[in-house]
Each structure stands twice: as C-alpha cells, then as structure tokens.
C-alpha cells in the first residue's frame, strides 16, 4: 500500500483565498512538466487559473492549487484529476489515478470521486490516493488526519463478493479523525463498475509514523506556497564630518 510520507515539498494554509468563484489557480509546480486538457493539451505554469472541466496531469511533477477559502490541493507525480465542480465554498474533483493531499478550511468542502465512490471533506488534512495493482486490480486509500470525512459509496459499486461489506452504493460512513480507509477490487472500465474482491474494505488506525508523516507533508506544503520572505534592507548610516565650531560658552 503507497503511503503519504514523501520527501516532496509540501502544509498548510497558506492565504491564498481566492477572489473568484470557478477557478483554481496553480501556486506552486516542481520540476516543470505537468499538463492540463482543455480542448487541447497545455503546459502548467505557476500563476495560472484552470476552469471546471479541466484535466490535470502531473506526470513527474508535484503541484499546488488554491482552492475556496484559501484551502490547498496538492497532485502529486502519476496523479491525473479533473476538476469538476469549482464554486463558492465547494469543490469536486475526480480522481482518475494517483495522489492528493490536501488541508481544507471550515468555510470549503471538498469532493473527491474515485472509482469506488467519494470522499467528501471539510476542515482538516486528508489523503486520497487510487491506484493500478496487477492486471485488473485496483486500492484505494482515504485518510483523515484531523478533519471531518465521509465516504459514500458510489452508485454502481458491486459488493456481492462480500458476506458483509463496510461500504455500500450510496451508503455514506464516516472517516474518524487518525483513521483509515482501505479498500481493494476489480474495475471493469467497460461498464464502469467497481467490484470489491475478499477483504475488500477495512477501516483502521493510522500509525504514529504514518500520522507524522502527513503531518510534515502538510507543513512543507505551506512552506512551498508561501511567499519568501523580503530580504531587510540594511539600514542607510550617513557621517557626518567633526568641524570644530566655536560656540558663545567658548568666547566667555
């Protein structure tokens, strides 16, 4: 199972709240080289703003975008989203494969639609990742590290492999905060259905490395967005030349 804890740069908030409604603007791209679709194929670049319907794919490089209220989204190498919905505190993106962190402010919610249905987040740090495992096989991975997450099962997901089943189409379960997800299946892309395999989907504790580990992903994640701090100006010492001056007191 991939785990959160990167050496990449990465935490949180930022003030990076954005004064428009339907955009995301990227604030942070390292190296150069990912891409976004929108009736063509674009490079990225730091300061620009993607649009709802927008695919981004990151390829080999990590990316920040800003999202309502000043919450951060970071893809990291091998992720390909779309963002769907970009709106006034709220915020959909399908998760196509990959890896996102993300620290989401009280005032945004975040939905996150994988394969197997969709996380939803708000005020809190959180991980999604959603890869290929073999041929046909597919895990997915929710963490919450300190916000409030639900997970609704997508409409379509099959669970008749399972005697008992923690997720269910459209049954909605709640992440506690230092908790995971995990679930693994099939995805028959032809019918786009989800098949959960034998221990399809558990819930469990995160590890204190893993719980550290998210916590130093999200402070680097600030720590890459924000500004650097201006360079002081050395203060200006003007001399002034000693003139012996005779004064009144020295005349008597």
Do not use: H
């Not at 890896?99 to 994988?114: A, F, N, P, Q, Y």
């Amino acid at each position: 199972m991939k785990t959160f804890i990167k050496p990449i740069l990465f935490t949180l908030l930022a003030p990076f709240a954005l004064q428009a409604a339907n955009v995301a603007e990227v604030v942070y791209e390292e190296p150069d080289g990912a891409l976004y679709t929108r009736g063509g194929i674009y490079n990225i670049e730091v300061g620009q703003e993607l649009i709802e319907g927008d695919i981004l794919q990151t390829n080999d490089s990590t990316v920040i975008l800003s999202l309502c209220e000043g919450s951060l989204l970071t893809a990291y190498p091998g992720t390909e989203v779309q963002l769907a919905l970009l709106g006034d505190g709220t915020v959909a993106v399908k998760l196509v494969r990959g890896e996102v962190l993300g620290d989401i402010s009280d005032d945004c919610r975040l939905d996150v639609k994988t394969k197997v249905g969709t996380a939803s987040i708000t005020d809190g740090v959180f991980g999604v990742v959603q890869n290929l495992a073999g041929d046909q096989g597919w895990t997915m991975q929710v963490r919450n590290l300190d916000g409030e997450v639900d997970f609704i099962g997508d409409p379509k997901l099959d669970t008749s492999n399972m005697t008992v089943s923690l997720i269910e189409p459209n049954e909605t379960i709640n992440i506690p905060a230092g908790e995971e997800i995990i679930v693994r299946g099939i995805y028959y892309e032809s019918t786009d259905i989800f098949a959960l395999t034998q221990g399809g989907a558990a819930l469990a504790s995160m590890t204190s490395e893993d719980i550290q580990g998210l916590r130093e992903a999200v402070s680097e994640m600030s720590s890459a967005v924000l500004p650097e701090p201006p360079t002081p100006t050395p203060p200006l010492i003007i001399e002034i030349p000693y003139e012996d001056i005779e004064t009144a007191s020295d005349k008597g």
